[in-house]
Every structure is written in C-alpha cells, then in structure tokens.
C-alpha cells in the first residue's frame, strides 16, 4: 500500500500494538507508523461498526481515533513514542467514542 | 510560564510563522500554539527535518518554507508544538491542550492562522479504508517519506489534484488513471479572468508543464466524469465511474481523493467571527479588514483560514497582519507600517492576479455536486444523504435542526467532513443556495478534551459573571 523513500529510513521504537509488541518507524505520527507498516485499518466506526482508515490524514476526520496510552487521539496528530500503548479498538462489539 | 502575552498565535504554517516572525523580531511577547509537532503548516510539513530527495522532488515551491521555518525559529517567538486550541474567547482568552493537561492563556491580540483543509465531498463508498485524501497521502511523502504502492486512482477537481499526479508520476508510482469530475467545457466565466492570468506567464507556465507531464505518461487521464464511486467490502477493492455513455471500472488499492481546498473556519465559528459567503468558492470564510481583523478588535485571520490563496498570499497575509499589530501595540507608527506593507501588497496584488482564473476553471458547479440517497453524509454518526433529506421534507430548514434530529455533524468531528456537503444537500432540497440554511454551531471544546482535563485548568479571573459557554454564538 505504501513503501518508503530510502532516504527517509531511520530507528523503530517498540510500541505495543492492540496488545503485541510492534517495531514502528520513529520520527512521524502514529498513523503514518502504521501505514508504513501496512496497517490500513485505524479503528472501527462506533456508529457504524464497520473498519475505518485514517482519511483526511491533517488533524480533521477523526477516522484515525485510537486509544494511545490510555486517551483516545488522533493517530495522525500523534507522534509515535517509544512505549506507547496504542489500541485501535477492532473489536466487532467496540465501546462507543 | 507567564499567561499574559502580547500576541498569540494558533498555527505555524506560512502565515502564523510569518505573523510570528514580524513579533517576535520587533521584541514583543509572542506565543505560538501549533498542533503539528513541527512548524511548516501542511504546505511545509516537516520542511525542518526534509531530506535531499523531497527537497529536489517537491522543488522550491516547498524549499522555501525551510527559510521562512528558520527566520521564525530566530525571531524569538516561543513555539509550543502538539498544543490543540479548544476554545477562543473575543476578549483574547485562549484555551488549549498540551501532553494531556489543559491550560488558559491571554493576549492582547490573537491571530488566528489555522489554514485550510481539503474540500470533503462525499462519494459512495468514501468511509472505506483505502480512500484518501490526496493532500493527505501528500502529507505522508513529506513527513513519513511514504510512497503508495499497489494500483492508484486519483479522483476529483483542482489543481492540486494534478500536482499530486506529476510528483507520483515522477516517483514513478503505478498511476490506474487520474477522473477529473471538472467539467470538460469550462464555465463561461472562466474567460474574463484570463486578461489578468495572462500577466503571470511563469504561473501559467507551471500549470501547462504540469499537463504536459501528464499527458507524456501513459496515465489514462478522464475529463468530466461523473457518478464517482468507491466500492469494496472491508477495504477499498474498485474505484468506479461514468465518462459520457461509457462506464469506467478500474481495481484501486488507494484512491486519493481531492476536490479543492477550503479555510478551516471551526475557530472563527465558536468565536463568533462575522461570516461571509463566496458564491464561487462556495465557502464560508471570516469578514476582514484589509490587515486581516475580524469584527472582533482583538482577533485576527491570517492565511488560508481566511480566504484561500495559496501559500505565498498567506505568508504575506500574515506578515501584515503581524505589522498591524505591532502598530496597535504602539511598537511602530502608522507610516512604518505602511511603507512596510506597500511590498508585501505588491506580491499580493502579483500573486493574485491568475487565481480568478484558475478559481473559476476548477470552481465547483452546483449541478456537478449530486448526492446520491444512501451515500454516508456525516462519517462520524454514519447518517446518510437519504436521511438528511427525509427530515427536510418533513419540514426541517435549519442545520442546526437537522443535526438535531439525525446526528450529522454531531460526532467528534464536529462537522468538520460534513458541513459543507450537509449544506448543499439541505439547499437542493429546499431550492434555496446552500448559504441560506444556516450554518452549523460550533461550540467549545473545539477538539476532543476529557471533562477531566477542564476540571484540573487553572482559571483566569475572566469576569464575575457565571460561565455562558454559548455567549459568543451569533445566530
């Protein structure tokens, strides 16, 4: 879905994904981290319940919302850390936003 | 750290860094609440940090940004990155949340330089993973060096749509085919404003340069398609289309939409900001005087966020606005103020003279905006066109009253994808333009804050009248 730009390849930080340990690019937002890796799907629509990927990727649609240590934010406007404990609440029976 | 300052400033692209600079440069006291972790805005995102390769690939147009990041970075302005403003109060109170904490700050003046946001336009099948701004996946090369892979359908109107095809092209990225929904004949309004584009061959230059690398791919490029769609199951499978009688299918990983760009005008609605419609942009954006001051004495717009010109308009835009404060601060008389701007009105006058031109060619054409019934309008709430309309014929003609009873615009969001789309669905359906079905209310917290956060802020001494968290909302 996306590779990268040689010139732009740096460390990881080991973050932990939906409960697993994960090697992200460091240096950008959560959300460009997971694409990088292929992650494609952000979260799942309360209202609707179905997948989600971040959209306008600028801090706007919110499709990108994820529980990142313990407070729900936009993966887009987060940079990834080092620890971080980022849940992308997929489950088909997800909590309201 | 002190709460009262001189000047604050929300935003750090072109024009907030600008606006900053002229401060901070002059001594006074200027703080700089960008949500970004950098400064750079969109156009000049990550410009600090830009390696060679994106340098060279995006050009000038983007390099430039790392001087006007370094002049800001020197002018003395503090620069709070990751800092969300939620509220803005007329009297120049500023709230805003920062690593999880929330704090209230004043100034005697406030610019607001938040910028623009790509034109959402709700198609079938948009909320599907995989369908993407294109400005947005633009925002990935610069900050993440991230190159889409997989087959690419680029959709929609503007053009920045087409730079993004010529800078893929030249990445070598495997375009499917590029559907402008631009009509194929041009308004006929478009031609008065060639005169004046005509003065600017360089700009006029880079547009054709632009075709010519498209056209010198092999890249199947479709003028005037209509009936856009996204379709697939859990992600985005096929990006579908009609051109005339034929009917277009091609299989999409990505497809990067893009119709345009509009100001971002959240904080000038919850601040009660006088509004003005523009019939061609088809926009809302701030009333302001020549130096960027809204109808309130202490609030400026600066850039994009109040009115759309581009990246060297606001840059200007800012820079004046940054000489009219310094002015009402009493730093430099009148005539200093003067001399200094009659520049940067000069480029401003320059810079403007193609835009009616291109504004007009890629304007959106009422006709062209349909909505189909069971489109989703609102993402966040998953209301549909079909809904909206139900509740109009039954008598709704407000949009307020229409988010009452369907939710859209309700989610956390707040109307931010929908607004624009609900008010042109709402006006088709009463005959009426979409500048006369009221505009949605934006209330405070203007991002997602926890009750929490709010509890523990240490309050100015505002006033001693009890809170009225909907005083500033002009109807």
Redesign the interface.
Known sequence: ?????????NGTVRVTLDGHPADL?E???VA??L??VGE???RR?P??G??????????????C?MEIDG??RQA??T?VAEGMVINRLLAETGED? | MNAHHDVIVIGAGPAGMATASVLGEMGLDVLVLDEQPRPGGQIYRNIENAPESTLRLMGEDYAKGGRIAARFRASGARYESGAAVWQVDPEGFVCYSRDGASKQVRANYVVVATGAMERPVPIPGWTLPGVMGAGGVNNLAKEAGLVPEGRIVLAGSGPLLLLEATQLIRKGVNIEAILETTPRIPQISTARYMPPAALRPDFLWKGLTMLRQIKGSSVPHYKGVTELAAVGGERLARVEARNGSEKLSFDADLLLLHFGVIPATHVFSQAGCRMKWNAIQRYWHPECDQWGRTNHERLFAAGDGSFVAGAIAAQCKGELTGLEIAHCLGVIPDHERDVLAAPLRRSLRSDALPRPFVDAMYAPAPGTLKFADDTVLCRCENVTVGQVREVVRQGATDLNEVKILTRCGMGPCQGRMCGPALAEVVGQELSRGPDRVGRLSIRPPLKGVSLGEIAEMELMNMSSEPANLFKNQSK
């Open positions: 879905m996306f590779k990268k730009d040689e010139s732009f390849i690019p240096g950008t937002s460009a981290a694409l990088g494609l799907t952000s629509s209202s609707s179905r997948k989600c990927g971040p959209h306008c990727l600028m801090g706007v649609c919110y499709e919302l407070v729900k887009c406007m940079p936003a």
